[in-house]
């Protein structure tokens, strides 16, 4: 049953700590999306990979987040330092460039920032 | 600036009743409108519409498109508590030709059902 995996599920950090989010694409997908859900803004992206270049990463705050495709089995998504207000659910999706019907989520990574 | 909007932002119905959930949207190079329910964890996929007036079904589930209104319903026909989720109404869009899609998704609609 293929998936997309996010490592952690869950974590809580303090201010001011550096945190690393992974997804682990379904194999053979060339897209990978980065999205962020809260109650207040609801679900905005943040990046946007293809064939592991990033094509839009606009959606970050490019001073404390950063994210990589070091291979096609992983995106990561940092944020350094963190902050209270990063406080959210991330998910990664994965698809294929052809469009969103074969696009799945992860299950997603609750962070909390105290 | 493209966006979204979904009402209404929350619901609270009995069991059996009948609800329509609603998405309007504004933007640019609309491709198609995907409909998804998120319960506990990752949304799930429901439905995708690109052509107005094309009921979409799927058990008590349908849905349907209007591109010159620009608006789509989402139908639950004999709501059962495990319809309780939040619904996510979704817009595709070509991205800056580069032959790749994303998505701007609305609020979503939380439903309650209630037994």
């Known amino acids: 049953d293929a998936r997309v995996t996010q490592t952690p599920r869950h974590k809580v950090t303090e201010m001011g700590q550096e945190v690393t989010m992974r997804c682990q694409p379904i194999?053979?997908?060339?897209?990978v999306f980065w999205y962020r859900q809260t109650m207040m803004q609801g679900l905005e992206l943040l990046a946007y990979?293809?064939?592991?270049?990033?094509?839009?990463d606009s959606g970050m705050p490019k001073d404390r987040f950063s994210a990589e495709m070091p291979d096609a089995t992983l995106a990561t998504l940092k944020i350094q330092p963190s902050e209270p207000r990063d406080s959210a659910v991330y998910f990664c999706?994965?698809?294929?460039?052809?469009?969103?019907?074969?696009?799945?989520f992860g299950q997603g990574t609750r962070l909390t920032v105290v | 600036e493209d966006k979204v909007v979904q009402s209404p932002l929350s619901l609270v119905v009995h069991e059996g009743d009948t609800v329509t959930l609603n998405c309007s949207y504004e933007?640019?190079?609309?491709?198609?409108l995907l409909w998804y329910k998120q319960e506990k964890k990752a949304p799930t996929f429901l439905f995708m519409l690109?052509?107005?007036?094309i009921e979409k079904k799927s058990g008590r589930l349908s849905s349907i498109l209007d591109k010159k209104e620009l608006f789509s319903i989402l139908n639950i026909t004999a709501t059962q508590t495990g319809d309780s989720a939040i619904y996510l109404c979704?817009?595709?869009?070509?991205?800056?030709?580069?032959?790749?899609?994303?998505?701007?998704f609305g609020k979503g609609t939380k439903l309650s059902v209630i037994p």
């Open positions: 933007v640019t190079n609309f491709r198609s």
């Open positions: 999706a994965s698809g294929l460039s052809t469009g969103f019907t074969e696009a799945f």
């Open positions: 990979f293809r064939n592991r270049a990033p094509l839009d």
């Open positions: 979704a817009v595709e869009q070509p991205y800056s030709g580069a032959g790749s899609y994303q998505l701007t």
């Open positions: 690109t052509s107005s007036g």
């Open positions: 194999l053979g997908h060339n897209t």
